[in-house]
Every structure is written in structure tokens, then in C-alpha cells.
């Protein structure tokens, strides 16, 4: 079940995007949902994923306060709210589930570019 990443692009320093992933299709048992972002010449690293209970979150140190991730169970969708965009955050971001039956699912990756 491939997912659908959308709404990276260019944005000036101090901007805002909203990244969104949905799956194509049905995935049962999803227990966490998440995003993570790969600079060239970095490794991949977590920015931010999310569990089923109350208050799941958690965070990269880098974006704490500028970015918020959100779910929809419902709909098998994952977003990620990023605020006060630095020059830094510019990478490949892709988003990813994972069941509790030991499967993770990955998106193709959505450029995210933040000019000085």
C-alpha cells in the first residue's frame, strides 16, 4: 500500500507548509504514524511521529515549537504542520506507518526548499 506525500515546495525563511500523507489504500493496525526528512550529504533522521494515545507526540530537538504533527485513524492520514521555517529544514521529508503487525509503509518523499 504505497503512501501519497504532498505539499513540500519553496517558501521563504519564516514561512509556513503543511505536509500531508495519506495511504492509497486500507492499512489495519496502524500504531504510529510519522515523518522524517533527509538533507543532501545527511543520513535520514525522525522530525516528528506520532503514537494512538494521548499526547503521543514526539519531536526532534530542531523543530520543537515550529512544527506540529497531527493523524486521522479514520482516514490513514498524517500531517505535519511546519512554522518559522529555517534554511535548515530544507530536505526531502517522507512520511511513514507502521502496524502493529511489524509492517512499515514509506512515501515517496516531497521537497521542502526554505530560502534565506
Known amino acids: 500500500v504505497p503512501l501519497q506525500a504532498s505539499g513540500g515546495g519553496l517558501v521563504q525563511a519564516g514561512g509556513s507548509l503543511r505536509l500531508a500523507c495519506a495511504a492509497s489504500?486500507?492499512?489495519?493496525?496502524?500504531?504510529?504514524m510519522g515523518w522524517y526528512r533527509q538533507a543532501p550529504g545527511k543520513e535520514r533522521e525522525l522530525v516528528a511521529n506520532?503514537?494512538?494515545?494521548?499526547?503521543?507526540?514526539n519531536y526532534a530537538d530542531s523543530v520543537k515549537g515550529r512544527f506540529t504533527i497531527s493523524r486521522d485513524n479514520a482516514k490513514n492520514m498524517v500531517s505535519l504542520q511546519m512554522n518559522g521555517l529555517k534554511p535548515e529544514d530544507t530536505a526531502v521529508y517522507y512520511c511513514?506507518?507502521?502496524?502493529?503487525?511489524?509492517?512499515?509503509?514509506w512515501g515517496q518523499g516531497t521537497q521542502v526548499t526554505v530560502s534565506s
Open positions: 506520532i503514537g494512538t494515545g494521548v499526547d503521543s507526540t
Open positions: 489504500g486500507t492499512i489495519f493496525g496502524v500504531i504510529a
Open positions: 511513514n506507518m507502521i502496524t502493529n503487525w511489524g509492517q512499515t509503509y
